[in-house]
């Protein structure tokens, strides 16, 4: 995207040089060729473009394909709830602000929430996605090694909305995970 705003960017400064340095050369050109090409045509161009690499890049992150691991994510006020389908690794059921995943494979993460909208943001690993009381919006994070991810919650949702935040803990495949016997973490 920025190379593409970078040759946008160069070929009007160069329209607006040409009209500097030559006055007459752009009187020639008819209105309308300015008016279709200008304001229709160009900007359909490069909409269709942003659209042709957006939808496969939105796609990815949004965790359509294939067979993945799912966590389930459920915001309320304050704080973030995470299950697991077969429960947390080392533990059983659910486990209120530590999402455990896997390193170096994809998740997906189911987000819904109980109260109000929040969004589920974890700046290191992927992109912000709406947590909608009452809908289950998904996304597909992935973190290549192992360690520790800061998350947090990106839309207000009231007083408390500062410190709703939450930990990622990316284990090493084969670990028994965040609390598992002989674990350190």
């Known amino acids: 995207m920025i190379a593409g705003s970078a040759v946008i960017l160069s070929g009007v400064l160069g329209l607006i040089g040409y009209a500097f340095l030559n006055r007459d050369g752009l009187r020639d050109v008819p209105d309308r060729v300015w008016l279709i090409g200008g304001g229709v045509g160009f900007p359909m161009v490069v909409l269709t473009a942003l659209l042709a690499w957006a939808l496969p890049t939105g796609e990815s992150m949004t965790g359509a394909r294939g067979e993945v691991y799912e966590v389930q994510a459920e915001a ?110």
């Open 76 to 185: 309320y006020q304050w704080g973030w709830r995470f299950s697991y389908p077969d429960g947390a690794p080392g533990e059983t059921g659910s486990e209120a602000g530590v999402l455990y995943i896997p390193a170096g494979e994809p998740v997906d993460v189911a987000v819904t929430a109980v109260d109000v909208i929040h969004a589920f943001w974890i700046p290191r690993l992927a992109g912000k996605i709406d947590a909608i009381p009452g809908q289950t919006t998904h996304l597909r994070i992935q973190a290549d090694e192992p360690g520790e991810y800061r998350g947090q919650c990106a839309e207000f949702c009231g007083l408390g909305h500062a410190g709703m935040n939450f930990m990622v803990v990316a284990y090493a495949p084969g670990d028994t995970g965040a609390a598992g016997e002989g674990d350190e973490r």
